[in-house]
């Protein structure tokens, strides 16, 4: 995938986090021009909940990681021009769209969640995918493949 910030490397596509299994298989519930939005392909394979209703079964670790977007609205993480938020700004950037000060903030705040693999790595065995899972899905919804720590 390529990008214009170099430091911005994501191991997973949109299409793979679908695939794997990522906020309870709802993110898009309440947007659903967003699969019309995006390609086709991403959802062919993608884990969604059949009724929008977030469930941890679908996730890749089997746990909810998510807090509601009534919190991500508090903390002020939410931008006016993605409205679901990162993943949803993370989809439109790989498609193409760039609004660099947006951009710049929403990689800044991926690259945070480095602090969580310092911590996977410190606590949990290489490949030990049944240490922390909460921790390993939260990562995973940034795009980083928390199944290779």
């Known amino acids: 995938m390529s990008t214009i910030i170099p430091e911005f490397k ?12 990522v906020f309870g298989g709802a993110y898009f519930a309440d947007a659903p021009e967003a699969f019309k939005e995006f ?20 996730n890749c670790f089997g746990v909810n990681a998510s807090q509601p ?3 991500w609205i508090e903390k002020g993480w939410i931008a006016k021009e ?6 949803q700004w993370y989809c439109r950037y790989t498609m193409g769209r ?16 480095g602090r969580h693999i310092s911590q996977l790595k410190q606590h949990c065995r290489p490949g030990d995918s049944t240490c922390r899972p909460r921790q390993r899905q939260a990562i995973l919804h940034w795009a980083y493949d928390s199944r290779k720590m």
């Open 69 to 71: 977007r009534s919190v």
């Open 98 to 113: 760039r609004l660099p000060e947006e951009d710049a903030r929403q990689i800044r705040r991926w690259h945070a969640i």
């Open 39 to 58: 390609p086709k392909s991403w959802f062919t394979h993608a884990k969604l909940s059949p009724d929008g209703k977030p469930r941890a079964t679908l």
């Open 82 to 87: 993605d409205p679901l938020g990162w993943f």
């Open 10 to 21: 994501p191991d997973l596509t949109p299409k793979e986090m679908l695939e794997l299994g």
